[in-house]
């Protein structure tokens, strides 16, 4: 007989599906980055990610869209920063889930 909470695995699966994964890269693009900090508080929730990452993507996005705001944007810096942090984000949000294994 097996126990479900002694057989489970380690830390739940970021992604149930394929189409869960192309809505969340999707929507990372689409919101260009902005939606990056929830995705990955969700992956820190199920233990995918360390607590650090949400708040290392929300410092990045946000505190690069106020600071330019408080700023100045000499030299369109910001579009750089969030662009790099897109691209980051969406690579990163891709990757969750490609070591889980069955079992683990």
């Known amino acids: 007989m097996s126990n479900p909470y002694l057989d489970a695995p380690?830390?739940?699966?970021m992604y149930a599906k394929t189409w869960h994964k192309l809505v969340w890269v999707s929507a990372?693009?689409?919101s260009a980055g902005l939606l990056a900090p929830p995705l990955?508080?969700?992956a820190a929730k199920k233990r995918v990610v360390p607590v650090a990452v949400p708040a290392l993507y929300a410092a990045a996005t946000y505190g690069t869209a106020v600071l330019g705001d408080a700023l100045?944007?000499?030299?369109?810096?910001?579009?750089?920063?969030?662009?790099?942090t897109l691209i980051t984000a969406a690579a990163h949000a891709a990757i969750l889930d490609t070591d889980w294994k069955t079992g683990r």
Do not use: E, K, S
């Open 40 to 42: 990955f508080f969700i």
């Open 28 to 30: 990372v693009v689409l």
């Open 10 to 13: 380690l830390r739940a699966r």
């Open 72 to 84: 100045g944007n000499g030299g369109n810096w910001v579009g750089g920063i969030l662009a790099l």
